[in-house]
């Protein structure tokens, strides 16, 4: 599985932005996926993650009831929708498939991170 993230970018404080993670192989629906974040001289760090059939999520304290992962297994993509975005929400975006133990080392593949700066 091949995974590449977008729709990173700068936004203020208060704002919104959407992730994207498009994954390439015909065994995308069968993995979990997980979004992981990384800011400047912290280790990376669990987000959000979201089972195979996309019924079962889960998120990091730090994000519950502003973040909302989902997943479209027809278009291979899964998605970070960001709200009420913090400037410690700032970091790096990478998204990953693998699970159920959403850890750096449960994780099968990883994409290239997304870059989210979020100015106060």
């Known amino acids: 599985v091949q995974l590449q993230a977008s729709g990173g970018g700068l936004v203020q404080a208060g704002g919104s932005l959407r992730l994207s993670c498009a994954a390439s192989?015909?065994?995308?629906?069968?993995?979990?996926m997980g979004w992981f974040r990384q800011a400047p001289g912290k280790e990376r760090e669990f987000v959000a993650a979201v089972r195979w059939s996309g019924g079962s999520k889960y998120y990091a304290e730090t994000v519950k009831g502003r973040f909302t992962i989902s997943r479209d297994n027809a278009k291979n993509t899964v998605y970070l929708q960001m709200n009420s975005l913090k400037p410690e929400d700032t970091a790096v975006y990478y998204c990953?498939?693998?699970?159920?133990?959403?850890?750096?080392?449960?994780?099968?593949?990883w994409g290239k991170g997304t870059q989210v700066t979020v100015s106060s």
């Open positions: 192989g015909r065994t995308f629906s069968s993995y979990g």
């Open positions: 990953a498939a693998g699970g159920p133990k959403w850890t750096l080392n449960g994780m099968d593949y």
